[in-house]
């Protein structure tokens, strides 16, 4: 008997074990300069302006932007809103998700790039990294280093004061929905030594403001370009509203290849060269690590962090700018001009996200212009259907809810109508503070021989003593039972 193998024996593949998840490789990304990166630091300057700001802003004696979800108000400057007031968080978010929409359509991943909390705070977070570590090299050379007494003294100040910046975030955070000097004066222990009643600090808000800022530490200290690339939902799904008319951070082969390292002074042609020095500066200051010369990819975050590196480079070189540039694949193949590529980018489907994006805009607007500031609800007592008072007339009994939207008190009269002798035998009017709300019990009174047996449609009519334009109708019934 033959004991040999055979042959499909020998040929059996080996099995190679493959990870789940790639393993992540350090990124030290350099710092750049030039006219994106300025305007990217202009907009991480207005961005934190409004948001470490907006808490502190005063407006008619309190905070000018607080969501009180204990108390179900929410104050943004003059308006106040309430939970009936829900449609206009939905019109937000549809007018924020169809904003996405055209600037994505139009110009790639600008949100991304620019006004993203993730990047915005990365970009923070790097840049005091830079400052107390040093710059790309340093920081390589440093953490490959054993640890010293210098090495424990960096990385100590680095961290700490990404924690200081982090739980400063997180109580900005927790500003927005519990006054912020109530919140500063407990956490500071003021409140502690003031009278009872004064503001302590709760297990919620200690809870937030820790969470808060151990998300802005991990996300943009730790975890960087991983949020990018594997958490968040939009770089997987950006293809879907990119076409080839799109404008897009892109690298210009037919320019730059082939490319390769040469003196400033020789002639590039003569050597068979394009313009790309093979420098990698557009990898090195690249917050996610690509290499945009390998074509459009899910990872860039379209910062043109690239761009500024590049430019530098031509321009030291004597090239012209732009080798990577803003521009579209139907661009770059068809080397359309400037004008043509404004012209393509008014195609029709972003006109129709731009035209209901404004026409929902616009209804918004003139929604809350018109807004009424006042509003009103009826329930009837169902516990007494209707009664006899008097040996004359049916009562009817109804509890309204009256809501002072304003930051004003008014006096609020209360007239019935819609049925003969219909008449407020009581509630008829009322003080509302600012922004408040009051039940008020109200009774009806019927002549008994004026109205049939049964339900009768009866109109309730709310309005400010001192200002007749604040007014509300609500309708409800009447009810007469038989026998009466």
């Not at 904003?99 to 139009?106: E, G, K, M």
């Not at 700018?321 to 068809?334: P, S």
């Not at 209901?356 to 809350?368: E, F, K, P, S």
Request: proline letters at 5%; a positive charge; hydrophobic letters at 45%.
């Amino acid at each position: 008997m033959n004991d040999r193998p055979i042959a499909s024996e020998l040929a059996k593949p080996e099995l190679v074990e493959q990870p789940l998840y790639e393993v992540r490789k350090e990124i030290y990304a350099r710092a750049v300069s030039g006219w994106f990166a300025r305007w990217r630091w202009t907009l991480v300057f207005l961005t934190q302006l409004v948001y470490y700001g907006g808490p502190w802003l005063v407006w008619n004696g309190r905070q000018a932007v607080l969501f009180d979800l204990v108390a179900r108000k929410f104050y943004i400057f003059g308006i106040v809103f309430w939970p009936q007031d829900f449609i206009y968080l939905t019109a937000l978010l549809v007018i924020s998700a169809l904003s996405l929409f055209v600037f994505t359509a139009v110009a790639g991943r600008l949100w991304c790039g620019y006004a993203c909390p993730q990047t915005v705070y990365t970009e923070i977070f790097m840049w005091i990294e830079r400052k107390v570590e040093g710059d790309r090299v340093a920081r390589m050379r440093l953490d490959q280093q054993p640890m010293s007494a210098r090495k424990f003294g960096l990385k100590a100040a680095k961290h700490g004061l990404w924690a200081v910046l982090s739980l400063w975030t997180g109580f900005t955070f927790v500003g927005y929905f519990t006054p912020i000097h109530e919140l500063g004066a407990a956490i500071t222990g003021v409140a502690a030594a003031a009278t009872p009643g004064a503001p302590q600090l709760g297990p919620w808000e200690i809870f937030w403001v820790l969470f808060y800022g151990f998300a802005t530490y991990g996300n943009a200290g730790w975890m960087r370009e991983q949020v990018c690339k594997y958490m968040c939902p939009y770089a997987r799904f950006q293809s879907a509203m990119f076409d080839p008319d799109t404008l897009i951070i892109t690298y210009d082969p037919g320019r730059g290849e082939p490319r390769g390292p040469r003196a400033r002074n020789a002639d590039a042609k003569a050597l068979g060269l394009g313009d790309c020095v093979d420098c990698d500066l557009c990898v090195q200051v690249c917050p996610t690590g690509i290499d945009i010369r390998d074509g459009l990819q899910y990872e860039c975050i379209g910062c043109a962090a690239c761009i500024d590196g590049c430019n530098q480079v031509m321009a030291r070189m004597g090239y012209p700018k732009g080798l990577i540039r803003y521009t579209t694949e139907n661009a770059l193949r068809e080397r359309l001009t400037p004008s043509q590529i404004l012209a393509r980018s008014l195609r029709p489907r972003v006109l129709a996200y731009t035209a209901i994006l404004w026409a929902i805009i616009i209804a918004i607007a003139v929604t809350l212009y018109t807004r009424v500031p006042l509003k009103v609800d009826v329930i009837r007592d169902r516990g007494s259907l209707s009664r006899e008072v008097e040996g004359r007339w049916v009562e009817n009994t109804y509890r309204l809810q009256i809501m002072n939207t304003q930051e004003v008190a008014h006096r609020f009269v209360i007239r019935a109508g819609g049925a003969p002798t219909l008449q407020v035998a009581e509630g008829d009017s009322i003080e509302i503070p600012g922004a408040a709300t009051r039940m008020v019990p109200v009774r009806l009174r019927v002549d008994m021989g004026k109205l049939a047996a049964g339900t009768h449609k009866i109109e309730f009519d709310v309005a400010a003593a001192d200002d007749a334009a604040i007014a509300a109708h609500e309708r409800s019934i009447f009810l007469v039972q038989s026998g009466k």
